[in-house]
């Protein structure tokens, strides 16, 4: 399975972006995808993941109402749209995925098997 995500750039405050993460290889069952980030001297954090067939979804408290995942199941693709940036949404941004994930661990980057290469999105003030 590979990952790649798109979408990334520089974009002032309150702007937007759609970031993207194809898949490719196998990807029957139950495939959880999941977006993650890391800004500079941070830890990764999680931001948002959906359930592959069941359209289940979370997001980290701070990107809610200003974050929308979703996927197309036909393109294998995810996609992170995110409104309203904030200069604390700067960060690489990385999609992953993994088939066996519950909902309740979709938050958990430890549990995700298949990583992109990160895009990077810079909102400027």
């Known amino acids: 399975v590979q990952l790649q995500a798109s979408g990334g750039g520089l974009v002032q405050a309150g702007g937007s972006l759609r970031l993207s993460c194809a898949v490719s290889?196998?990807?029957?069952?139950?495939?959880?995808m999941g977006w993650f980030r890391q800004a500079p001297g941070k830890e990764r954090e999680f931001v948002s993941a959906?359930?592959?067939?069941?359209?289940?979804?979370k997001y980290r408290d701070s990107v809610q109402g200003r974050f929308t995942i979703s996927r197309d199941k036909a393109k294998n693709t995810a996609y992170l749209a995110m409104s309203n940036l904030k200069v604390e949404d700067t960060a690489v941004y990385y999609c992953?995925?993994?088939?066996?994930?519950?909902?309740?661990?979709?938050?958990?980057?430890?549990?995700?098997?298949?990583w992109g290469q990160g895009t990077q999105v810079t909102v400027s003030s």
């Open positions: 992953a995925a993994d088939r066996g994930i519950l909902s309740s661990r979709m938050a958990i980057g430890d549990d995700y098997d298949y």
């Open positions: 290889g196998p990807t029957f069952g139950r495939f959880v």
């Open positions: 959906i359930m592959w067939n069941g359209g289940t979804t």
